[in-house]
């Protein structure tokens, strides 16, 4: 089991920037895991923003936050980020890490979710 618990969220301007973590816990990562960013706003699908290979840190990330969203990984702290940069009202979700065990496996492990809100 992983457990997964993301914090850092909360109500921010356009054009503001939020940092948030994502702390794993519980057994060893696999050597071939990887971590993602999620989010879901309502009424919409769930979608992947940005994920990382645990060991070697390469990233991916979907076109509508390249230049804007960074993931980077803490392996000593067990802890994934996601910096958010000049957010706009359309990133208002909720935002969820996972765990993926092997590449192109399902991502298995998830966390509760940490709000993100992009308003004046």
């Known amino acids: 089991q992983v457990q997964l618990v993301e914090s850092g969220g909360g109500l921010v301007q356009p054009g503001g920037s939020l940092r948030l973590s994502c702390a794993a816990s519980?057994?060893?990562?696999?050597?071939?895991?990887?971590m993602g960013w999620f989010r879901q706003a309502p009424g919409k699908e769930r979608e992947l923003l940005a994920a990382?290979?645990?060991?070697?840190?390469?990233?991916y990330y979907t076109d509508s936050v390249k230049g804007r969203f960074t993931i980077s990984r803490d392996t000593a702290k067990k802890t994934v980020y996601l910096q958010m940069t000049t957010l706009k009202p359309e990133d208002t979700a909720l935002y969820y890490c996972?765990?993926?065990?092997?590449?192109?496996?399902?991502?298995?492990?998830w966390g509760q979710g940490t709000q993100v809100t992009v308003s004046s």
């Open positions: 996972a765990y993926q065990g092997r590449p192109a496996g399902n991502y298995d492990y």
């Open positions: 990382i290979s645990w060991n070697a840190g390469s990233t």
């Open positions: 519980g057994r060893p990562f696999s050597m071939y895991a990887s």
